[in-house]
Antibody
């Protein structure tokens, strides 16, 4: 069974850093592009970042570009996002999600999502 | 950036009703559109991709149509499990979600 489990969310002060993790199981992690998507309290979904299946390409939403870094460790079947210079507006549930199609270089939909981890940026 | 606009924002309906949600893109996205369902406290669930392709395991009462800039999600006969928020998503150029449509009990 395919599973994604996020962790690392907590309360953090503005300007500080945080790293989120997403543990993958039940599929060949190294063959799928992976994403981070966030949802602020009571708001809609916002795509944050993507990493290609081989890790060679990474793209970011303008709202996090230069502050967030997405990465993956194939040996640990784990996706990460390093979040620096956090702002109050980064407060959200952060979901990881996988591409529907393996080894795809095209834009794709997200067929499996984790349950999310909560990040609160507050002093 | 491609903007996605859904209507209505909230929809009140009864079990058995036919429900239609509209999603408009700020520029043509061909058929690179998906629909997701989200229930409170849960992650989104993929329902439809490429505008009209039903994801495996999704009930056939869900259907999607459209191309270019105008798209619709239709639930042919609303079931109790369908009360949720629905999001469209374009994946023609990066990824953008609509603001969501909450389907609530009338």
């Amino acid at each position: 069974q395919v599973h994604l489990v996020e962790s690392g969310g907590r309360v953090v002060q503005p300007g500080r850093s945080l790293r989120l993790s997403c543990a993958a199981s039940g599929f060949t992690f190294s063959t799928y592009g992976m994403h981070w998507v966030r949802q602020a309290p009571g708001k809609g979904l916002e795509w944050v970042a993507v990493i290609s299946y081989d890790g060679s390409n990474k793209y970011y939403a303008d709202s996090v570009k230069g502050r967030f870094t997405i990465s993956r460790d194939i040996s640990k079947n784990t996706l990460y996002v390093q979040m620096n210079s956090l702002r109050r507006e980064d407060t959200a549930v952060y979901y990881c999600a996988k591409d529907r199609t393996a080894t795809s270089w095209d834009y794709d939909v997200f067929d499996i999502w984790g349950r999310g981890t909560v990040v609160t940026v507050s002093s | 950036d491609i903007q996605m606009t859904q209507s209505p924002s909230t929809l009140s309906a009864s079990v058995g009703d036919r429900v239609t949600i509209t999603c408009r893109a700020s520029q043509s996205i061909n058929t690179w559109l998906a629909w997701y369902q989200q229930k409170p406290g849960n992650a989104p669930k993929l329902l439809i991709y490429k505008a009209s392709s039903l994801e495996t395991g999704v009930p056939s009462r869900f259907s999607g149509s459209g191309s270019g800039t105008e798209f619709t999600l239709t639930i042919s006969s609303l079931q109790p499990d369908d009360f949720a928020t629905y999001y469209c998503q374009q994946y023609n150029n990066y990824w953008t979600f609509g603001q969501g449509t909450k389907v609530e009990i009338k």
